[in-house]
C-alpha cells in the first residue's frame, strides 16, 4: 500500500477507487471542467480505477489532496510516469476546486510531485505540460523552477511542454 504524504498544509493519499466520488467532486467542479470536460460518475470511478492500476504497477500517480486543517478534499494532482513527447517520463500536474484557488495549494502539491521524484525516485528531471493558454497551470510551473522547453501536441492540440532539472 503507498504512503500517505503529508505537505504543511496538505494530506495526499495515493488515489484508490474508494476515492471515486471526491474525484467526482474534483473533475466537476466548474472550474476542473473547464479544462477536463465533462465526467459522470461512471467515467470517474473508472479514472479512480486507472489512476489506483498506475500506483500498483508504477508505484507511483495521481494523489487526492486534503485540507489537513479542516480535511475538505482540494483537489487532486502530483506525479505519474507518461509517455510525453515520444519519451517515458516522470509527469507532475495539478487541479483544485475554484474556492481553493489562490492559496499556492497546487504549487504544495507539484512541490511534493518533485520531492519525491527527485527525492526517493532518483529522477534527473520532471516534465509537466497543459494546454498552451492555461495560464494559471504555467504560473504553477514557473514558480516551481519548470522552464519552457517547447510545444507539444496532445491530441491534436497545442501544449506547453517545461522541464525541471536536478
Ligand atoms: C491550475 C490550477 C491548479 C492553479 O491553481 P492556482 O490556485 O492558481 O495555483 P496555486 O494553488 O499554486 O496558487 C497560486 C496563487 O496563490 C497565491 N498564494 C497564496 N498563498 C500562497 C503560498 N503559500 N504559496 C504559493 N502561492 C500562494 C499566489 O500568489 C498565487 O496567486 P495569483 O494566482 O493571484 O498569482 C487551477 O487553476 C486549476 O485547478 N485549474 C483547473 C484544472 C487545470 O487546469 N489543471 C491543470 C491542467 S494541466
Redesign the pocket.
Given at each position: 500500500m503507498p504512503a500517505l504524504t503529508f505537505t504543511e498544509r496538505l494530506r495526499l493519499e495515493p488515489i484508490e477507487p474508494r476515492h471515486a466520488d471526491d474525484l467526482h467532486t474534483v473533475l466537476t467542479d466548474p472550474?476542473?471542467a473547464?479544462?477536463?470536460g465533462e465526467w459522470t460518475r461512471e467515467a470517474s470511478a473508472a479514472e479512480a480505477a486507472r489512476i489506483a492500476g498506475g500506483w500498483r504497477r508504477d508505484g507511483v500517480h495521481k494523489w487526492m489532496a486534503y485540507e489537513r486543517a479542516s480535511g475538505e478534499c482540494v483537489?487532486r494532482?502530483g506525479l505519474s510516469r507518461a509517455t510525453v513527447d515520444g519519451r517515458e517520463r516522470l509527469e507532475v500536474?495539478?487541479?483544485?476546486?475554484?474556492r481553493?484557488?489562490?492559496?499556492?495549494?497546487?504549487?504544495?502539491?507539484?512541490r511534493a510531485g518533485c520531492d519525491l521524484a527527485f527525492g526517493e525516485l532518483g529522477a534527473r528531471e520532471v516534465v509537466?505540460?497543459?494546454?498552451v493558454g492555461?495560464l494559471?497551470?504555467r504560473?504553477?510551473m514557473e514558480?516551481l523552477g519548470f522552464a519552457y522547453t517547447k510545444d507539444i501536441l496532445v491530441g491534436g492540440e497545442p501544449f506547453a511542454l517545461y522541464v525541471l532539472d536536478t
Open positions: 472550474a476542473v473547464e479544462w477536463y483537489g494532482g500536474g495539478w487541479a483544485l476546486r475554484g481553493f484557488h489562490g492559496r499556492g495549494y497546487a504549487t504544495e502539491i507539484g509537466s505540460f497543459t494546454e492555461n494559471r497551470s504560473a504553477v514558480r
